[in-house]
């Protein structure tokens, strides 16, 4: 008799402890919270990503017709010493900015980075680069209106002090 008491004991425990998972799964799952990471990466450029020369890269976003523009501003380094780590900094004062995108020409796959900033957001951003030799860096950023503008600055990449 009394093994049939532990095992009801620890048959009601059990019980409890996977009503207390499924009250808490459930208000998560509900909220969004636990949403697929498939569904919150899907909105993510491919092609220009994963584009193994510039000009496929500039294609897939739209960037084939730009216009250049002194209002967007570059701070990177002439001669960066190593190209696995190249600060850079990019500021633009285009009106209504709302996506900023970085290639470096002769990387493997040249768009590096792709940033995209909320109404109102000052386009500002910090971003460390890996080059894989000397090469421009190209910055676009489009506009809400749909057009696109570019600015670009070459970097010299160093091995061991050495110029490449």
């Known amino acids: 008799m009394r093994d049939a008491a ?3 004991h620890r048959l009601r425990r059990l019980l409890l402890k996977a009503a207390g998972a499924g009250c808490t799964l459930g208000p998560l799952l509900a909220g969004g919270l636990l949403t697929p990471l498939r569904v919150l990466a899907a909105d993510w450029n491919r092609p220009a990503f994963t584009a193994t020369n510039l000009p496929d890269a500039l294609k897939a976003v739209g960037g084939t017709s730009s216009m250049e523009s002194g209002g967007i501003v570059i701070k990177a380094p002439d001669v960066a010493e190593n190209g696995a ?19 470096v020409d002769k990387n493997p796959m040249p768009l590096a980075a792709s940033l995209a900033f909320a109404n109102g957001a000052v386009p500002h951003t910090r971003l460390q680069l890996k080059m894989a030799e000397s090469s421009r860096i190209r910055v676009l950023v489009k506009a809400m209106d749909g057009k696109i503008y570019h600015a670009s600055r070459d970097v010299r990449v160093t091995l061991g002090g050495c110029g490449a």
């Open 6 to 8: 532990l095992e009801i």
């Open 85 to 103: 780590q190249v600060a850079i900094e990019i500021v633009s004062a285009i009106p209504a900015g709302q996506t900023i995108m970085v290639f």
